[in-house]
DNA sequence: AACAATTCGTTATGATGTTAGCATTCTGGT
DNA sequence: ACCAGAATGCTAACATCATAACGAATTGTT
C-alpha cells in the first residue's frame, strides 16, 4: 500500500520517517503511562539536570504554550516539581520527582533494546548517515528564519484569571 | 543557542529539522489563508486528482479522523467538493473546487521558490542526500509494527446524533 | 526614583492529533 | 433470502499544536 509519495516534499518525508519509528516506541511509553511529550521532558530533566521552561523548549522541541499544558498535567500527575526563584520570580525550576526517576530508570532500557532492534532492521550504517544529513540540514537552516508576511486573523475578548499557584 | 541535542534520538531529530523547513513554509501558505495540512490536501488532490479519504490519509500522512474535520473545513470554506458513489454508498469522492484549483496554481511557484532558496542554503547534494536517506529508512521500516502492549484507558460516553449531510 | 521596554511564563483560541467507538453499507457463506 | 462479519467514514473526548496577547517581574535609560 502507500500510494505514491509526492516527489520533492522533504517535509513530508520527515514526517512519515518520524512516524514510522514511532509507532514503534509509542507502545512503550503508553505501557507506562506517559505520552510521548511527556517523556520528552523526563528525558530531558533526566540528562540536563533540573531546568527552566525556556530550556525545556529548546531541549524538547516544544512551543511555551504546549509546554506550559504538559508541565501543569505532569505536575498534577507528580511527575515534576515547579517552583519559582526567589532572586526572580518570574522564573520558574522544573525537576524531577522521585517518582518520573524511577520511571526513567524502568524505561530506558526498554527504549534502547527497541531503538537496537531498529538499527538491526534498517541497517546501522543507514540510521547514522541519516542521523549525518538532518545535523546538516538543521545547522544548515540554524536561525534566520525568512522574512515575514503579513497575516494576522486575531480578534478574541481574553480574560485573565485562574490560579494553579506554582508555589 | 539551541542547547545541547540529545544524542540518539532519531525521532527528536526528524521532528527538529522538519519544523526548521516549517517555518520557511508556514507564512506562505498563512498569507493564502489555508492550513499546513489543507494544503496537503490540496495538493494531494491535485497531483493525485479526486480521491476518496482513505486514499488521502495515505497521500497525506493524515489519521482518519483528523482527516475528517480538515475535509469538514475545507468544505465549509469551498476548498473541495464531497460526494458519495451511487454504487458503494459508504464511499465518498472527494475533489478540488475552481477555488482550490485556482488556489494551486497561485501558490506554487511561491513553494518552489521558497524550496530552491532551501536548497541553496543548505546546499542541494545536503537535501538530496537526506531525501535518500529517508527513503532508505521508510522502505526498511515498511509495514510489520511490533507487537502491542495492553494498556488503556478509556472511559466516556459518547452519543451520536449531528447531521453533516454530505450530500 | 520614575518609567518605558524587555523577559518570562502563562492563558486564549481555533485547528489538529490520537484513541475508542459507532452507523451505515457491502460481502460472503449458508 | 438471510445474517454474521468486514469495510468505510464518521463522531466523541481529550491532549497537543501554533499564534497572538496578556500580567507580573526585571532591566535599561533618563
Redesign the pocket.
Known sequence: MDTAITRRNLPMMLLRAR?RIMVRF??LL?AHGV????WRVVRALHEHGAA????L?DLC?????????????MEALGLID?RR?D??????RVSLTRRSTSLVHRVSAEIEARYRELERTVGSETVARTYACLEALVAGLDGSPPRSLD??????????????G?R
Open positions: 512516524e509509542r507502545p503508553k505520552t510521548e511529550q511527556q527552566e521552561p525556556r530550556e523548549c522541541a516544544l512551543s511555551g504554550p504546549s509546554l506550559a499544558g504538559i508541565l501543569a498535567r515547579r526563584f532572586h526572580d520570580r518570574r522564573r520558574v497575516g494576522h486573523t486575531a480578534e478574541f475578548t481574553p480574560d485573565a484569571d485562574a490560579d494553579r506554582i
